[in-house]
């Protein structure tokens, strides 16, 4: 673990080489508006690719946010004549971006309402005040917030303040066995588990926009998840667990148990409980009444706004438009890809390569995952990393009847890696939302190969479902 540990400090140190480095490597981008079109590619396509490269690039140094990279890059395929400014931005008024404000915003009165604050406290007045019980509150919370909110940094710092809480009430020091128990549940529950649900995360909005034809929604992306939900979630919930075997804590912790300091339920609450309930009854089982999921957020979002739960303020503030932006010019730079036939032509050039990976299932799943954290571990953007695996494998997978969502979610759950310090930018988060008072990143680097281990063989056994659901012939 040595050379792990001298590798993530020369990175920490020589950031600002990485940078000026990241963008004289951008240069080479320029070279696809120079040379003569590949055999199968047209002008247009081929200058697709090098504002496709440049905007990975930049993403990888992190020049500016994210979403600024995608529409610079955008407006750079309008200047260049990769499309005319309709085609670039056609998705910009599609159903998908109206859903993606729908999610937001229902995510938002959801939040704004304190029917999460009021959820989470009585959660954790149900289990003991031990160790374990702890554990086990912080996992469970974790995981009935996962549908509700998409953003991943705000369920995870809402685990946080309660897990510093029981931390600092319980005398639990920085590295201890505790202290990273709890992180690690604070961590997994509140960032990676949410990716399960098409409402739990904006990577995996990402996942059903980029498989539009497929027309997944909320009940048929879980359906392909929930097995790997389940078993990721109780392989770790047993490891957090056998780290106390023989411990004991019978100490009664009131901070985290105040749910009766609340009071009543407002009147906000309770209207978010109906709404609530009546969204995900129609994300769930619209499709058997032709009720597309875009309305159905769009009509809780204005639910909230009639009823006052979101202000005009909350509505401009509390909804992440740098999200909408960043994942709706993520889709259209994949659909751009499909129409340019650049998918068609990575896949007769690379066939020679990937037909002996892509034709056994099995074999597959190992070496995408650790293609991906290979890749990971210079490319910090996990969208910059399933762009990437979506263009070498999405055609070639398709011929042989693999489904590009393996390759996506596959990419998306073996990127929540932390194996370097610095790839993975939920661990910086829930530093930060812990005021780095309860581990160090030594303390959870192993968790990170036991993660990533777990994933591998997880998948292997979904490969029976998958082929039920329909995403994989056998």
């Not at 957090?240 to 009131?254: A, D, K």
């Not at 751009?336 to 299932?361: C, G, K």
């Not at 995952?369 to 290979?374: P, Q, R």
């Not at 993975?424 to 959870?444: E, K, N, P, R, W």
Request: net charge positive.
């Amino acid at each position: 673990m040595r050379w792990l540990n001298i590798l993530s400090s020369w990175f920490k140190q020589f950031k600002n080489i990485k940078l000026v480095g990241g963008l004289l490597l951008s240069l080479i981008s320029c070279i696809f508006f120079i040379i003569p079109p590949f055999p199968g590619l047209t002008r247009p396509a081929m200058n697709y690719l090098g504002v496709f490269l440049l905007i990975i690039i930049l993403m990888m140094v992190h020049f500016v946010a994210d979403y600024i990279i995608i529409i610079l890059g955008l407006m750079l395929m309008v200047v260049v004549g990769v499309g005319k400014f309709q085609e670039v931005f056609s998705l910009f008024g599609d159903t998908f971006f109206w859903n993606l404000i729908g999610i937001f915003g229902f995510s938002a009165g959801v939040t704004n309402s304190g029917l999460l604050k009021r959820l989470t406290n009585k959660t954790f007045s149900i289990f003991p005040n031990t160790i374990n019980g702890q554990v086990t509150a912080i996992f469970i919370t974790g995981l009935i917030l996962s549908p509700l909110i998409p953003s991943v940094t705000a369920k995870m710092t809402l685990l946080a303040s309660f897990a510093v809480v029981i931390a600092q009430e319980y005398g639990y020091h920085k590295s201890s066995r505790e202290a990273i128990a709890l992180y690690l549940a604070m961590y997994l529950s509140g960032y990676v588990f949410g990716l399960a649900f098409s409402t739990g995360g904006t990577s995996a909005a990402i996942i059903i926009g980029m498989l539009e034809k497929q027309n997944l929604n909320f009940g048929s992306y879980l359906a392909n998840t929930i097995l790997w939900l389940i078993l990721i979630a109780g392989l770790f919930y047993i490891i957090l667990l056998s780290m106390f075997h023989n411990s004991q804590n019978s100490q009664v912790l009131t901070t985290v148990s105040s749910h009766k300091d609340l009071g009543p339920m407002s009147s906000n609450e309770k209207f978010t409980v109906w709404v609530l309930i009546i969204a995900l009854s129609f994300w769930i089982f619209g499709p058997l009444f032709h009720i597309p999921s875009y309305l159905v957020g769009i009509v809780a979002l204005c639910a909230f706004l009639i009823q006052g739960t979101l202000s005009t303020k909350d509505f401009r503030g509390k909804i992440s438009w740098d999200m909408v932006i960043l994942i709706t010019g993520f889709m259209s730079t994949a659909k751009l890809l499909t129409d340019l036939n650049i998918d068609t032509w990575l896949a007769q050039s690379m066939a020679p390569v990937l037909e002996p990976v892509v034709n056994n299932i099995f074999l597959f799943i190992p070496i995408l995952s650790l293609l991906v954290v290979i890749v990971r571990t210079f490319v910090v953007s996990e969208v910059a990393c399933m762009s990437i695996f979506y263009a070498l494998f999405a055609k070639p997978c398709s011929q042989v009847g693999i489904s590009p969502f393996i390759i996506l979610f596959i990419t998306l759950i073996i990127s929540q890696t932390w194996h370097m310090s610095y790839n993975q930018m939920g661990i910086d988060a829930a530093a930060a939302a812990t005021d780095d008072s309860l581990v160090t990143y030594h303390d959870i680097r192993k968790y990170s190969f036991i993660y990533i281990g777990l994933c591998i063989l997880i998948f292997e056994l979904c490969i029976p479902l998958w082929h039920l659901t329909g995403m994989l012939k056998l």
